[in-house]
């Protein structure tokens, strides 16, 4: 090997390249000393005077080699570079290809820590990008959002408007305390509409940043569906809605009371707006080994199974529903999950829908 | 054994390595890694009886940082798109990709990966959507690199396509 040759390939040793010279016909072989990666992922290459058996070696090295090829055949001063790529399970490499005094040469640079910064500043920006592009959709929601609480908020103010307006009008008193009624109906909607606005954002602010200096959560399953089914009653009366339960007794479950209470009620209205006048909600309570299981089952519209899982979204991007029905549905999926406890949907085909909660059970010294 | 080349391609952050990593290794990691150049594996897969080598060549995500190379597309036989479920800009981006990658390299057979399918309560991409793009006779797969879901079949079905006798 000529000295000035071997002086070059020593140099680029150091440096932790693999300098290769074209051999003609076609061969490419190492100039120099091999660096300690080269002699670690191909040692046959790395040995004096070996030549470089890309198509063996290296799938991407050999797709590279028709670039290179293209560049030692136009000479003069062009180069390309392979760009990096990953050889072996870690080892990060890029390639060169360019001409010297008419002789082609293949630098093979082992990537260090410039790579290592351009690789740390992409994967930031792309993070970013990501994240940018979360944050968008996140807004397009809620801008959509507070559109549908608006409209929903609306109706109910307009119901009360229209109220007050005929009762300027009307001198009949009893005429006068119907309309008062329906005004006060309405605003209690709106009270409604506001209130599970609240539960499902406090909720989630819960759930990200969680309950500080919370006591453990312990509530009787019996005494919660007590409650709920007098809260809702008079709604199911209204709508002539028969509300049948069983398999009541003492359960404990680890939960909130208040929470459970409000997913309960939440469940009770969706079952009750699902199914038709004149129609049957059935709730069932049972006791597994160590859980708690409720069913409701509504005489409503077939869902179908498919879409269960869109149906605990706080906005559903393909299906047309009402909003309010995806806000009750969403707060009870967060609360639940919050809980370590299951929410889900099962289809009962013609006969409706049941919606589903396992709950933890309670054991004080969890 | 028969050879043959599969190209992962798609935007930044689709889950393309991860896809690679479930088959090949049958591991999954949530930490986002982002990928610069290439990364190639390889793994034996037997379709209806035939063996063959698949050599899967990870590309870098396209994006306004880096283009894809379509040097690299050389000789692929096939190639998987992947776009990230929860995110419709990914599929809308794939497009533009998948036009430039079709330009390149020709007709040869691809799948569509609809990756990140156990988030599907964060999912954006509507049924509509992919109904359309099936139409249009893409091979349209949901998978999710962390559950395993559809992944093997991704590649099966690719495979499949490039072992069929060509009309």
Known sequence: ?366 | MIQKKICMIGTSGVGKTSLVARFVSSIFSDKYLTTVGVKIDKKVLTVDGTNVTLVLWDLAGDDDFQRLQLSYLRGTAGYILVADGTRQITLDQLLDIQARVMEAVGPVPFVLALNKADLQTQWEIGKERIEQLTAQGWHILLTSAKTGAGVEEAFSDLSRMLLAPKP
């Open chain 1, 1 to 366: 090997m000529p000295a000035r040759e071997s002086a070059i390939g020593a140099v680029f040793e150091t440096l932790g390249f693999a300098l290769f010279l074209r051999e003609e016909p076609g061969g490419l072989k190492l100039a120099g000393e091999a660096p300690a990666w080269l002699k670690e992922i191909w040692p046959g290459a790395a040995q004096s005077g070996a030549m470089l058996e890309v198509s063996e070696l290296s799938p991407f090295l050999e797709n590279f080699l028709i670039d290179a090829g293209e560049c030692w055949t136009a000479g003069g001063t062009s180069r390309v570079k392979s760009g990096p790529w990953i050889e072996g399970t870690d080892l990060e490499l890029e390639a060169t290809a360019l001409s010297v005094n008419g002789q082609a040469v293949l630098l093979i640079e082992q990537l260090g820590k410039d790579f290592e910064t351009r690789k740390a500043v992409l994967q930031k920006a792309r993070e970013t990008v990501i994240a940018y592009q979360r944050l968008n959709t996140e807004m397009q929601k809620k801008e959509i959002l507070l559109h549908c609480i608006a409209e929903d908020m609306t109706g109910a103010l307009g119901n009360v408007i229209t109220s007050l307006r005929l009762i300027e009008l009307e001198h009949d008193p009893l005429k006068t305390r119907r309309l008062l009624e329906l005004a006060m109906l309405a605003t209690q909607e709106q009270q409604n509409i506001i209130h599970r606005v609240l539960d499902v954002f406090a909720d989630e602010l819960e759930s990200l940043y969680g309950r500080a200096g919370k006591n453990q959560a312990d509530a009787e399953v019996h005494d919660v569906m007590q409650r709920a089914l007098g809260a809702v009653q008079s709604e199911y009366q209204e709508k002539r809605v028969r509300l049948t339960a069983s398999g009541f007794g003492t359960l404990r479950v680890a939960v909130d009371a208040g929470h459970l209470e409000r997913v309960f009620v939440n469940l009770l209205e969706n079952a009750l707006h699902a199914t038709p006048a004149g129609g049957e909600v059935k709730v069932r309570i049972e006791a597994e080994a160590d859980t708690v299981l409720l069913q409701f089952d509504d005489g409503g519209a077939e869902i179908h199974e498919e879409v269960s899982e869109k149906l605990f979204a706080k906005f559903d991007c393909s299906e047309a529903r009402p909003q309010a029905t995806a806000l009750r549905l969403h707060f009870c999926r967060i609360a639940i999950e919050n809980c370590n406890g299951e929410i889900g949907h099962t289809s009962l085909g013609t006969a409706g829908n049941r919606f589903w909660v396992r709950l933890p059970g309670f054991h004080p010294a969890q």
